[in-house]
T-cell receptor, first 116, second 115 residues
Framework: GAVVSQHPSRVICKSGTSVKIECRSL??????MFWYRQFPKKSLMLMAT?????????EQGVEKDKFLINHASLTLSTLTVTSAHPEDSSFYIC????????????FGPGTRLTVL | AQSVTQPDIHITVSEGASLELRCNYS??????LFWYVQSPGQGLQLLLK??????LVQGIKGFEAEFKRSQSSFNLRKPSVHWSDAAEYFC?????????????FGTGTQLKVEL
């Protein structure tokens, strides 16, 4: 149980375009979803926290107009990288947690974004 | 503010040897502690977690970790490493109360296994 999927697993796009990444909890309802960014050989940097039906809470230094997060249902959150540029190239990982489950987060497999 | 330190960026061990990965945390109260493993290009897989109770925690793949409050440590151990254990390992800490379920990750330890 507690499986989280991400789609796509890999995406290449041109500079200036927007890219949407989906994060789904497949067998549970996620009260909270998290979006992380991971640079090569680096740790995970939390970008934002989203709760179903409410606006995401962004970490300091993360541009909310550039990284749009929508958490429309208890099983789906999306991250849209708007007007992507090469410096946005990274590995994006989502996770989901269940209320009352001792803060355990279940991670998706990640999405590799390459902006040309 | 909470923080996690993994002092070893890289560790190389021979297959069959024992392994210990260090993790120290800074937190104002008793935290929840986690160890995750990440293979190249993959997401994170939970190895084990500590919430309360027995300070020696058993996880998957033969891993264990011991919570030592006096040392603010949560070191990961395995008695005999397999070549398939080569990966990146992350220690993480989360609040036991409130905090919105946020996790703070260490910088990771890259494990290489020599055959």
């Amino acid at each position: 149980g507690a499986v989280v999927s991400q789609h796509p697993s890999r995406v290449i796009c041109k500079s200036g375009t927007s890219v949407k990444i989906e994060c789904r909890s497949l067998d549970f309802q996620a009260t909270t979803m998290f979006w992380y960014r991971q640079f090569p050989k680096k740790s995970l940097m939390l970008m934002a926290t989203s709760n179903e039906g409410s606006k995401a809470t962004y970490e300091q230094g993360v541009e909310k107009d550039k990284f749009l997060i929508n958490h429309a249902s208890l099983t789906l959150s999306t991250l849209t990288v708007t007007s992507a540029h090469p410096e946005d190239s990274s590995f994006y990982i989502c996770s989901a947690s269940i209320s009352g489950k001792n803060n355990e987060q279940f991670f998706g497999p990640g999405t590799r974004l390459t902006v040309l | 503010a909470q923080s996690v330190t993994q002092p070893d960026i890289h560790i190389t061990v021979s297959e069959g040897a024992s392994l210990e990965l260090r993790c120290n945390y800074s937190y104002g109260a008793t935290p929840y502690l986690f160890w995750y493993v990440q293979s190249p290009g993959q997401g994170l897989q939970l190895l084990l977690k500590y919430f309360s109770g027995d300070t020696l925690v058993q996880g998957i793949k033969g891993f264990e970790a011991e919570f030592k409050r006096s040392q603010s440590s949560f070191n990961l151990r395995k008695p005999s490493v397999h070549w398939s254990d080569a990966a990146e390992y992350f220690c993480a800490v989360g609040p036991s109360v409130g905090g919105g379920n946020k996790l703070t990750f260490g910088t990771g330890t890259q494990l290489k296994v020599e055959l």
